[in-house]
């Protein structure tokens, strides 16, 4: 199966190819009215005719909230008829990985895969659990 890998606070993750759309750079995102309540939504932006929410990809991970982050680029993703932009600070690859290169793990309370890629750990994550909760 094959995985694009991206970056956030030089921790690599990776998300199934299937539902990447296209990586583009973090440009021209509108804030909303009380969007200071949310910590998951960065905004909304005009992907080719179609208005998208960005979403914090640090937020939905768990992950501190820093000044210092990056964002650079937004991976546009589409499953269960929901498009949505998940915001990274760089995308690193496409891999190809086997059966036996992924492994799960239990990380929190949760079970996770996790791609061991020559002497990388690649943290996969769960689209759909992560636009269950926009849908």
């Known amino acids: ?6 970056y956030l606070d030089n921790k690599n993750f990776g998300i199934p190819i299937k ?9 021209n995102l509108s804030s909303l009215p009380d969007q200071k309540s949310s910590q998951e939504l960065i905004g909304i932006t005009n992907y080719r005719g179609q208005v998208i929410s960005i979403i914090n990809t640090r937020s939905i ?3 501190q909230r820093n000044g210092d982050q990056l964002n650079e680029e937004i991976i546009i993703i589409h499953s269960d008829g929901l498009t949505i932009g998940l915001a990274v600070d760089k995308t690193n690859n496409i891999i190809n990985c086997t059966d036996e290169e ?34």
């Open 1 to 6: 199966m094959k995985y694009v890998t991206f």
């Open 19 to 27: 539902n990447v759309i296209s990586i583009e750079r973090m440009t």
């Open 61 to 63: 991970l768990g992950l």
């Open 102 to 135: 992924i492994h799960k793990v239990v990380i929190g309370c949760k079970e996770t895969k996790v791609i061991q890629k020559y002497e990388d750990l690649i943290i996969i994550i769960d689209i759909l659990s992560v636009l269950s909760k926009y849908n």
